[in-house]
């Protein structure tokens, strides 16, 4: 053991954590069976009970932290595209999902935008997260059991355009409506009127989308472009771009490469 102090905490067995070796980074639940992260293969006992930190394993350091939501999302099985952290972050501070809120959420797809959601509403929120093919509310269940997040989530397989059967799950679990709505599917236009009838007074819609084309057909329906007025107001479409900075002593740069594009996201508030 390398250098602890007085504020680290022990690992436990069941916790899931981030490893990191060199410029190698993995993620996993520590369990008393075989870790394999980083090239290195290891019993998980030889880290219960120990403190977070560094360690020496057969010879090499491994530094051992708790995993952070964004280390739970990059480590998932990927089925259908997935929300990335910087979109999610956006997401998060602009439809303002926190602690104790209620969100619902279609598609679960992949379960990457799931586990930044049940990890920001954890101790008392809930996440309710729905889609239409039964095969990828598995892929996002299984991705947001592993990430340790199953107690916050509940799963339904069905339309979001048909409120009723999302209403019926609220009010068997005691919730009073939606304090945001989060869309990443192909046509939430359609989804409007069942955002509508899902979301509290002053409750934030919100629509991922990766054209452009997309965004007037929702844009056109939330605003009510051929109506007389609107149920939503505050709304605004923006995008998230990431650039990294490469940091090298005397060479301090932007990277040469780049995702130039992931999606556009939309928010509005219920009036
Ligand atoms: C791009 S994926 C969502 C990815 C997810 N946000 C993530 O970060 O992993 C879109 C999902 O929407 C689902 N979907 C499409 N139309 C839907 C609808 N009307 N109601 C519920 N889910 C729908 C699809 O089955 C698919 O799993």
Redesign the pocket.
């Known amino acids: 053991m390398l250098g602890h102090n007085s504020f680290s905490w022990a690992i436990r067995e069941g916790d899931r954590a981030a490893f990191f070796v060199k410029a190698k980074k993995s993620s996993a639940t520590i369990t008393r069976d075989r870790i394999s992260v980083c090239g290195l293969s290891f019993s998980g006992t030889k880290l219960i009970g120990r403190p977070y930190g560094r360690h020496e394993i057969m010879g090499i350091e491994l530094i051992v932290l708790p995993a952070l939501p964004r280390d739970l ?1 990059e480590h ?1 099985k ?7 952290p910087w979109d ?1 972050s956006t997401i998060i501070f602009y439809a303002d999902i926190r602690a104790g809120k209620t969100i619902i ?12 959601l049940a990890s920001s509403v954890r101790p008392d929120g809930r996440v309710i997260s ?4 039964s095969s ?2 598995e ?2 269940r299984r ?1 947001v059991r592993k990430a340790g997040l199953s107690d916050r989530v509940v799963f339904h397989t ?4 048909n409120p009723q059967k999302i209403e019926n799950l609220l009010s068997s679990h005691k919730l009073e409506g939606a304090d945001t709505v ?6 939430p236009w ?2 409007v009127e069942s955002v509508k009838a899902l979301l509290k007074i002053g409750g934030v819609f919100a629509a ?1 989308l990766p054209t452009m084309n997309q965004v007037e057909r929702l844009r056109k329906e939330i605003e009510g472009w051929d109506k007389a007025s609107s149920d939503f107001v505050d709304v605004f479409t923006m995008e998230t771009l990431r650039r990294e900075i490469v940091v090298r002593p005397g060479a301090v740069r932007p990277d040469y490469s780049m995702l130039g594009h992931t999606g556009y996201l939309t928010f509005a508030r219920k009036v």
């Open positions: 999302m998932i990927r089925g259908p595209q997935v929300i990335l999610a959420e279609a598609g679960s797809g992949s379960g990457s935008l799931t586990i930044a729905v889609d239409i093919k990828n509310t892929i996002a991705n069905g339309d979001v355009k989060v869309l990443d599917i192909p046509d359609k989804a991922y």
